[in-house]
Nanobody, 125 residues
Framework: QVQLVESGGGLVHIGGSLRLSCTAS????????VGWFRQVPGKEREFVAA????????TYLDSLKGRLTISRDNAKNTVYLQMNSLKPEDTAVYYC??????????????????WGLGTQVTVSS
């Protein structure tokens, strides 16, 4: 059974940083993209960033480039999302996602096969 388990969310002040983790289990992700989406109540889930498991190609939501870094540790089956200079509009539930696709395809919300349960990120003043 495939599981994606997120951690690292929490409450942070404006301008602060957080590192989210997504630990995967249950299958080999060698041809997969693993990434992050976020969602606020009343809005659609939004792509944030993705990384290809094999070669480490990355794709980001354009408006978030420069503040986020996605990385992976294949030995730990874990993908990280480092978020800096956080703003109140970054407040959302952040979901880990994985699918047999490119990072570009994931950025368009296609072919996501697995989702985590989400971790809350709250940015306050």
């Amino acid at each position: 059974q495939v599981q994606l388990v997120e951690s690292g969310g929490g409450l942070v002040h404006i301008g602060g940083s957080l590192r989210l983790s997504c630990t995967a289990s249950g299958r080999t992700f060698s041809s997969y993209a693993v990434g992050w989406f976020r969602q606020v109540p009343g809005k659609e889930r939004e792509f944030v960033a993705a990384i290809s498991w094999n070669v480490g190609t990355t794709t980001y939501l354009d408006s978030l480039k420069g503040r986020l870094t996605i990385s992976r540790d294949n030995a730990k089956n874990t993908v990280y999302l480092q978020m800096n200079s956080l703003k109140p509009e970054d407040t959302a539930v952040y979901y880990c996602a994985a699918g047999p696709q490119t990072t570009g395809s994931m950025s368009r919300g296609r072919n996501v096969a697995y989702w985590g349960l989400g971790t809350q990120v709250t940015v306050s003043s």
